[in-house]
């Protein structure tokens, strides 16, 4: 009798945990407002980011070139003043004519708004195995950009590949994301931070150093816990890896594979919604097709997939979102009919996710 009982017990125990599994998605409602294509020529229109600035106007960037594999492409952005329903015409930040003789020319521009009020776009210049960063500074909302800088530090024998994240402040430091700096002579290669004081002058934190490649990383600021969380995708597995820094950026927690299963984390992006304790992850679900939203409570260490923002005949790539108030957000993304990418847009959905209350 003991026996049954104890199984009894467990199996009641494993339906409860089945139920708050199974309804947790049921205690959200999700709104997806139809798509708004923001761009969309012959041209391959890829790497989009979103920013809303302190006034309230929202601002699109990408890079826009000839295909995907092209040495010709210039780093642009659209800007709108009513969260997303109209945009104005292309401004161009750099148009990379000087890149031409590089391999893949400019990529992925990302404009972020500094404290002080000026903007601060960053974008890299792929050369295959070896690359460079660079910034270029606003006063004047976009109107107008000052000189091209280069982000670089005095390691010798090392390249700065690849930076996809925005740069964040924290006490008087400029810290953005890396998530390929290439040991030039073993070949290896690292993901971590770049931090300035300055924008003169950097220093490299590595976060992880693993053999296979690293790709599309994130950082984000927990003030409650004084902790920078960093997210990049390990390309050779396919997954999703998080890491925290205690000490603003100068070292790392070892990195943890945070994927969950039956997903592929490709193209993520993470946004933190610390008032709501939440975080959303933006992906590319699948080799191409689909994007998806995921859903975390414990800042990225479990994930629960909670809708599909795109699923047609064209290949989503790369995706970013900002928050446009406490329960919405703006959802970018680029879409491409081959692998060159000719012919590819950027579009926009708005996403709404209210919990439902007990009496619903």
Request: with cysteine; aromatic share 10%; net charge positive.
């Amino acid at each position: 009798m003991l026996g049954i009982r104890k199984i009894l017990i467990t199996f009641l125990f494993f339906i409860i945990l089945w139920q708050n599994v199974g309804f947790s998605q049921k205690k959200v409602n999700i709104v997806l407002s139809e798509k708004v294509i923001i761009t969309k020529d012959n041209r391959h229109n890829s790497f989009p980011s979103v920013v809303k600035l302190k006034n309230g106007e929202i601002i699109i960037s990408y890079r826009k070139s000839n295909g995907h594999l092209s040495p010709i492409a210039s780093a642009v952005y659209k800007s709108s003043l009513d969260n997303g329903k109209n945009y104005n015409q292309e401004i161009i930040v750099d148009n990379g004519d000087d890149f031409i003789k590089t391999k893949y020319g400019i990529r992925n521009l990302i404009i972020n708004e500094l404290s002080d009020g000026n903007l601060l776009a960053t974008y890299w210049v792929n050369n295959g195995q070896n690359g460079s960063a660079y910034y270029r500074m606003s006063t004047d909302k976009g109107f107008t950009w000052g000189d091209r800088r280069e982000i670089k530090d005095d390691e010798t024998c090392s390249s700065l590949v690849g930076i996809e994240g925005k740069i964040i402040e924290i006490n008087n430091d400029y810290i953005l994301p890396v998530f390929i700096k290439m040991d030039i002579n073993s070949k290896n290669m690292r993901a971590g931070v770049m931090i300035s004081s300055d924008l003169l002058s950097w220093t490299f934190y590595e976060v992880s150093r693993k053999r296979s490649n690293n790709n599309e990383s994130t950082i984000l600021l927990d003030e409650k816990q004084n902790e920078i969380i960093y997210f990049y995708r390990n390309v050779t597995e396919n997954a999703l890896y998080r890491s925290i820094s205690k000490d603003v950026g100068r070292t790392w927690s070892e990195p943890e594979n945070v994927s969950f299963s039956g997903y592929v984390q490709s193209r993520p992006d993470v946004a933190f919604y610390p008032d709501k304790d939440e975080m959303y992850l933006l992906y590319r679900e699948g080799k191409y097709q689909t994007g998806a939203i995921a859903i975390s409570h414990d800042k990225g260490n479990t994930w629960e997939r909670v809708t599909e923002i795109q699923k047609d005949s064209t290949r989503f790539t790369y995706g970013s979102m900002a928050r446009i108030n406490r329960n919405k957000s703006l959802l970018i993304y680029s879409s491409e009919k081959n692998a060159n990418g000719e012919s590819s847009s950027i579009k926009s959905r708005l996403l709404r996710i209210n919990k439902k209350s007990d009496g619903e």
